[in-house]
């Protein structure tokens, strides 16, 4: 069942991303930022987690699950370090994934070229 749920919520997410992007002017850059605060709105009152433990890794896959990233760090540290911990913490969990999205970007501006 665990895995219904997650095709679910990731379909959901990948659906209502299209439908704001079909029937509004929002361009795609706008719904990112737009899906990132809401997962991080959601971390920060414990919704996102409670989410994850009910569709699994399903939760982890979206766009939205950056922003739990971010605020889920900084709150980590935050309660270690103080005020400090906060922008310390934030990139912690994230590291990784910004990392790998500069190499790959870096290596595949070197063999592909835009169209316009």
């Given amino acids: 069942m665990i895995y219904i749920n997650s095709f679910l919520f990731a379909g959901a997410i990948c659906l209502l991303g299209q439908l704001i992007l079909d029937n509004t002017k929002l361009t795609a850059g706008h719904i990112t930022s737009i899906f990132v605060v809401v997962g991080a709105f959601l971390d920060t009152f414990s919704i996102y987690d409670q989410i994850i433990n009910y569709v699994g890794a399903g939760?982890?896959?979206?766009?939205?699950s950056f922003g739990h990233s971010l605020i889920h760090g900084a709150l980590d540290k935050a309660s270690d370090m103080g005020i400090m911990g906060l922008l310390m913490g934030m990139f912690d969990l994230t590291a990784s994934g910004i990392?790998?999205?500069?190499?790959f970007t870096f290596f595949f501006s070197l063999f592909f070229?835009?169209?316009n």
Avoid at 59 to 64: D, E, G, Q, S
Avoid at 99 to 103: L, M, R, S
């Fill in 99 to 103: 990392t790998a999205a500069i190499v």
């Fill in 59 to 64: 939760a982890l896959v979206p766009i939205t």
């Fill in 113 to 115: 070229r835009p169209k």
